[in-house]
């Protein structure tokens, strides 16, 4: 498995984290605005993952959580500052479960794989999922295609 061995049971826990994240910053975004929340949470995430770098497996779990939330936030915030209108809360659950479905699909490209075919052309299966995942990442805000 490509992806963090991903099932069906992960892409829950994936959507049930996105959801918790995006009902928190709705509250922090009710006291200060959403780009000033935004603002504030990537300004925490990025000084984390700068604190933490080098230091040890379990800091290498939090950097892990704060890059998927850094990077979550961020496209919230393009998105946010393109449609003013729209809530965090509102773009993070439109956002979340595509992201969700991307690894889903990066997964089930894995296991579509032929072996022989990998060996053939000396590339790895995780070669080939990676590459499919970054010739499709920009789909994560539209709705993923599979393409294979």
């Known amino acids: 498995m490509a ?10 826990g994936l959507n049930l984290l996105i959801e918790g994240m995006a009902s928190s910053m709705a509250e922090k975004s009710s006291r200060l605005g959403a780009g000033n929340a935004l603002d504030d949470e990537l300004f925490e995430l990025r000084e984390m993952i700068r604190l933490m770098a080098g230091h040890g497996p379990i800091q290498e779990i ?16 393009i998105k946010i500052k393109l449609n003013p209108e729209l809530s965090i809360e509102e ?9 969700v479905s991307t690894i889903k ?15 053939e052309n000396g590339e790895t299966p995780i070669h080939l999922v990676a590459n499919w995942v970054n010739e499709n990442a920009s789909e994560i805000l539209n709705e993923p295609a599979r393409v294979f």
């Open 3 to 12: 992806i963090c061995g991903y099932n069906a049971k992960i892409g829950a």
């Open 62 to 77: 939090f950097i892990g959580l704060n890059v998927f939330a850094e990077r979550l936030f961020t496209e919230v915030k």
């Open 91 to 99: 773009v993070m659950n439109e956002i979340g479960p595509k992201f």
């Open 105 to 119: 699909y990066a997964e089930e490209y894995r296991a579509s794989l032929q072996e022989e075919s990998i060996i």
